[in-house]
């Protein structure tokens, strides 16, 4: 194997990647040089390999801090790079290199720790308890979710604090927290703890930022939107939907992040009681939602989304607009359409639309909507549930009807009994 190749596997590139890297490290350097798949193989493969374009020379020995010469490549005298001070009066060299070699290239491939090395399958593996927490959210609720998070973010800046892994490890690695801390910043939503949930959505924010994540930061983003709604911050949630929009361009988002941002749009404008933003927001989710068969791939936190939502989205414009029987038929619909592996959701849709059926006079099919829900909430631990149906209770407890009083006293026995 070719020094070349052998330096481009420790720093865990493929030649795709390679010349991916390649590209970014021109642009940083600001020198108009590329290379191909077919010339990094030559490189790496012919005897003697063909020898790189001064300004390619110029990128190789920053990608990873050796010589030309010291690659395997046969250089020019007038083009050998030399380590010396550059202040030294004396010869005028063309250009020198910066610190010991052999250091140096260390350094640019795996983090100087003495600790084990992590390679792929480590990644794999506190990717798939990553991902998982997903389905522990849903069905489970977000405290048992908050808790299995701490035990990944606590391995996972571990790992990157003593440990050795190469550039794209440790890429990924800090892509992971990133995600850790926007599962946080949820938990905190669903939690009723709306400042350290903000809390998280910077630091998810800055994360994602540091390994210019685009579609990562929007995902954080449509989380801030609601923790924004709920600290009666309109101003920022409207800003952080307009960054989403613009993140998602950059990153030529498909038609479900578009979905998912054009909801959040409309959450905004409902709050704010623009009815008429809401409408034009839902408009465009529908949209969205149309067309959101045709993307090629789906981020996992967007994949949740679907017509529900907008239906439910749609059903809230016309609460906000103090028309509840206009909202019951896009609740009901909202209630069918969800999956039965969103249980947490599930549960809070139904509760939704039992209040809205209180709302509209509909006071035994209310209470049997709640029902149906404290049959089942127990398995589910979520703050904001338990909170939606104590409001629930409060609502109820003012109707005068047999339903209503067994309904509260049900609901009453539920919570202080502990099952949710």
Known sequence: MSRLAQLRREAGYTQESFVEAFAREAGRLGVDASVSVRQARRWESEAPPPLPHPSQQTVLEAMFGVPLAELGLKVPQHRVTVSAPISDAGEVKRRTFVADAGALAAGALIAARSGPRIGAADVTRLRARLDGLYQTD?????????????????????TLGASSYTARIGREL???????HGHRAW?????????????????ALAAAQLVDDPLLQVSVLETLVLLALKAERAWEAASAVENAHRLANRAGAGHTVRLLIALRDANVATHTGDLAGARRALSRAVSHQGRADTDAEVPGWARFVGP???????????VRAHQPRRAVPFLRAAVRGIGGDLA????????????????AGEVDEACAEVSSVLEVCGAISSPRLVGKIRSFGRAVAAVDSIAAHECGERIRHTIRGGTT
Do not use: W
Request: hydrophobic share 35%; net charge negative.
């Open 187 to 203: 938990y905190g939503y669903d939690g009723g703890r709306t400042e350290q949930g903000r809390a998280a959505c910077m630091e």
């Open 344 to 359: 947490r959701n599930s549960a809070s849709y139904r509760v939704k639309l039992a209040g809205v059926l209180l709302d």
């Open 308 to 318: 529900f939502e907008v239906d439910y989205a749609t059903a809230d414009m016309y």
């Open 138 to 158: 849903h069905t489970a609720g977000s405290v048992p979710a908050m808790h299995q998070a701490r035990r990944i973010e606590d391995e996972i800046t571990g």
């Open 174 to 180: 800090q892509t992971m927290l990133a995600e850790l």
